[in-house]
C-alpha cells in the first residue's frame, strides 16, 4: 500500500515554470515505478511521463519532451515533475501514480496501482 500526496500546481503564465512533488508513505518508496498522468475537463487521463524505481530510465510523452523533467529523491520518498516553458494546453489536473517495480514501467492508466489526489494546474495565456 502507498499513499501518494502532490502538491506545487498553481496558476502560471505561458512560458512559465512549475514544480510539482509527489510524497509517497507506506511501502517503500524506492520499490515503485513512479509516473505523472495529467487529465482535462472532458478528456481521458494522459499519461506525462514515468520514472524507474532507480530512477536510471524515465519515459517522456512526446507533447512534454524537452520541457518536463521527472526525477525522484527515494531518501525522502519524493518524486518531482519539473515543467518549464509551459503551454496553455498543459492546462490539466497532474496525477502521481506509483506501480510495483515487479510490473515494469509503462505509459497506460491500468499500470499504475495507487494514486494521488490531484494538483491542478493552469496556465494561462
Known amino acids: 500500500q502507498v499513499q501518494l500526496v502532490e502538491s506545487g500546481g498553481g496558476l502560471v503564465q505561458a512560458g512559465g515554470s512549475l514544480r510539482l512533488s509527489c510524497a509517497a508513505s507506506g511501502r517503500t518508496f524506492s520499490n515503485y515505478n513512479m509516473g505523472w498522468f495529467r487529465q482535462a475537463p472532458g478528456k481521458e487521463r494522459d499519461f506525462v511521463t514515468a520514472i524507474s524505481w532507480s530512477g536510471g530510465r524515465t519515459l517522456y510523452a512526446d507533447s512534454v519532451k524537452g520541457r518536463f523533467t521527472i526525477s525522484r529523491d527515494n531518501a525522502k520518498n519524493t518524486v518531482y515533475l519539473q515543467m518549464n516553458s509551459l503551454k496553455p494546453e498543459d492546462t490539466a489536473a497532474y496525477y502521481c501514480?506509483?506501480?510495483?517495480?515487479?510490473?515494469?514501467?509503462?505509459?497506460?492508466?491500468?499500470?499504475?496501482?495507487?494514486w494521488g489526489q490531484g494538483t491542478q494546474v493552469t496556465v494561462s495565456s
Open positions: 501514480a506509483a506501480a510495483a517495480a515487479v510490473y515494469g514501467m509503462g505509459r497506460s492508466v491500468s499500470s499504475y496501482a495507487y
